[in-house]
C-alpha cells in the first residue's frame, strides 16, 4: 500500500512489496488488508502505533525542500532525475517516477518511514512532514479510515 500524493489530490494505488519483510515489528495490524482498517476518529494518533507510518510515502519536491533533503536552488536548477539519484544514493528515497517525478521515500527494513521514531512512534519532522502524511487519512487508499493499531497492544507483544 503506498500513500501517493498526486496533483491536484493525492491518489492512492498498491505496491507489491515484500510484506514480511517490510513490516514493522510493532505493526499489529496488516496495512495491506484494507477491510482490517479503523474508521478514524480524532485523538486516535494518540494511541496507535504508527501503522500508517510504514506504508510507502510518495512525495514532490515541495515536500523535499520543506524536509531540508533538496535545496531550493537545487530543485530549481538540477534536473529531478538527477536530484533523484543523489537523494537515493544517501538512503532518503527507495524510488523516483521519472514520468510524473513522484519520489518515495525510503523506509528502513523493518518497514518503518526513515523519520519516525522506531521506539516511541512519533514522526521527528512533524512540523515539516510531506503533504502525503499530513491529509492521511482523509486523502487515501480508503478515505477515513486508517491502519489503527493501539501502542500498548503492540509494545506488548
Ligand atoms: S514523514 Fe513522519 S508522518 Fe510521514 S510517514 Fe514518515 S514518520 Fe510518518
Same mark, same amino acid.
Given at each position: 500500500m503506498t500513500m501517493h500524493m498526486l496533483a491536484p489530490m493525492p491518489s492512492y494505488s498498491i505496491i507489491k512489496t515484500n510484506s514480511f519483510q517490510m513490516r514493522s515489528p510493532t505493526s499489529i495490524v496488516d496495512v495491506d488488508r484494507l477491510d482490517s482498517w479503523t474508521r478514524y476518529k480524532p485523538g486516535? @494518533? +494518540?494511541? @496507535? /502505533? /504508527? %501503522? @500508517?507510518?510504514t506504508m510507502p510515502v510518495e512525495v514532490k519536491m515541495a515536500d523535499l525542500i520543506r524536509l531540508e533533503l533538496v535545496d531550493p536552488f537545487e530543485a530549481e536548477h538540477e534536473e529531478p532525475k538527477q536530484i533523484a539519484k543523489r537523494l537515493m544514493k544517501a538512503g532518503f528515497? +527507495?524510488?523516483? %517516477?521519472?514520468? %510524473?517525478s513522484i519520489f518515495t521515500l525510503a523506509r528502513r527494513s523493518s518497514g518503518d518511514c526513515q523519520f519516525l521514531d522506531a521506539k516511541e512512534r512519533h514522526c521527528t519532522v512533524y512540523a515539516k512532514r510531506p503533504t502525503t502524511c499530513r491529509t492521511h487519512p482523509q486523502v487515501g487508499p480508503k478515505p477515513g479510515f486508517c491502519p489503527y493499531g493501539a501502542l500498548a497492544q503492540s509494545r506488548a507483544k
Open positions: 486516535m @494518533c +494518540d494511541s @496507535c /502505533a /504508527a %501503522n @500508517c507510518c528515497i +527507495d524510488h523516483f %517516477n521519472f514520468k %510524473n
